[in-house]
């Protein structure tokens, strides 16, 4: 009668210690992969209700910037008028009030750019046209807080922005990718428009790569009461 072959492979005794070291560190690294993305969500939320707890109207920047928070109203159901002049704010000041209910997105929108404005909110490049007028206004903003998700809008999406002088609606034509050394679609432009953008989202270091969308404007709805838009600072 023949013995059973035994067909079980015996392994190294060092692969046998390496292999529970190996599989730990990889279930490790899935594990931080998959909380990523639920923790920079989180973050961007804690930071806007954090925001919208504050009492300070100004406040002194690292640099001395003075930044400055509008109460602006979202809800206003005054009247409105299609033709208005765009009224401008200083270096700082918040201007705008950014939503896009088809990701999510209520953000803040300063004039101005850098850093600390950008741990504030968006931003609306001083190059480009204030909003409501002709022109392309251009808004940036952090992808690790409160543009995280602008890569999901879709084209046929509704973005509004909100001014202490009106109101002002878009509608998503195209989703665009560009170098950071490119400046193609921050030009000025003949007709107006809405230019979003981020970095490309990498988990690790910063990316050389722009996402964002254009939008074109559909509806002008400035306030004839421009006190009834705003409620001062907060």
Same mark, same amino acid.
Request: hydrophobic share 35%.
């Given at each position: 009668?023949?013995?059973?072959?035994?067909?079980?492979?015996?392994?190294?005794?060092?692969?046998?210690?390496?292999?529970?070291?190996?599989?730990?560190?990889?279930?490790?690294?899935?594990?931080?992969?998959?909380?990523?993305?639920?923790?920079?969500?989180?973050?961007?939320?804690?930071?806007?209700?954090?925001?919208?707890?504050?009492?300070?109207?100004?406040?002194?920047?690292?640099?001395?910037?003075?930044?400055?928070?509008?109460?602006?109203?979202?809800?206003?159901?005054?009247?409105?008028? =299609?033709? !208005?002049?765009? $009224?401008? @704010?200083? #270096? &700082?000041?918040?201007?705008?009030? +950014? %939503?896009?209910? =088809?990701? !999510?997105?209520? $953000?803040? @929108?300063? #004039? &101005?750019?850098?850093?600390?404005? +950008? %741990?504030?909110?968006?931003?609306?490049?001083?190059?480009?046209?204030?909003? &409501?007028?002709?022109?392309?206004?251009?808004?940036?903003?952090?992808?690790?807080?409160?543009?995280?998700?602008?890569?999901?809008?879709?084209?046929?999406?509704?973005?509004?922005?909100?001014?202490?002088?009106?109101?002002?609606?878009?509608?998503?034509?195209?989703?665009?990718?560009?170098?950071?050394?490119?400046?193609?679609?921050?030009?000025?432009?003949?007709?107006?428009?809405?230019?979003?953008?981020?970095?490309?989202?990498?988990?690790?270091?910063?990316?050389?790569?722009?996402?964002?969308?254009?939008?074109?404007?559909?509806?002008?709805?400035?306030?004839?009461?421009?006190?009834?838009?705003?409620?001062?600072?907060?």
């Amino acid at each position: 009668m023949k013995k059973k072959t035994d067909s079980t492979i015996s392994l190294p005794v060092w692969a046998q210690l390496l292999l529970p070291v190996l599989v730990t560190v990889l279930c490790a690294g899935i594990v931080l992969l998959c909380s990523i993305r639920p923790y920079e969500q989180a973050k961007t939320y804690l930071k806007v209700a954090f925001m919208a707890g504050s009492t300070s109207a100004a406040g002194e920047g690292t640099n001395g910037l003075n930044i400055v928070q509008t109460d602006i109203d979202t809800g206003y159901t005054g009247k409105t008028n =299609s033709e !208005g002049t765009p $009224v401008a @704010v200083a #270096y &700082g000041s918040q201007c705008a009030v +950014l %939503e896009a209910k =088809s990701i !999510g997105l209520y $953000v803040p @929108v300063y #004039y &101005g750019g850098g850093s600390e404005l +950008l %741990e504030q909110g968006a931003c609306l490049t001083t190059a480009s046209a204030l909003l &409501g007028a002709s022109g392309n206004s251009v808004i940036s903003g952090h992808v690790n807080t409160f543009f995280h998700d602008l890569s999901q809008l879709q084209v046929g999406d509704t973005v509004t922005a909100y001014t202490t002088y009106g109101k002002f609606t878009y509608e998503v034509t195209e989703q665009i990718q560009f170098e950071s050394t490119s400046k193609s679609y921050l030009k000025q432009t003949d007709d107006d428009r809405l230019t979003l953008y981020t970095c490309e989202m990498q988990l690790l270091g910063s990316s050389s790569k722009r996402v964002g969308v254009i939008c074109k404007l559909t509806d002008k709805a400035f306030y004839t009461d421009t006190e009834a838009g705003k409620g001062g600072t907060q």
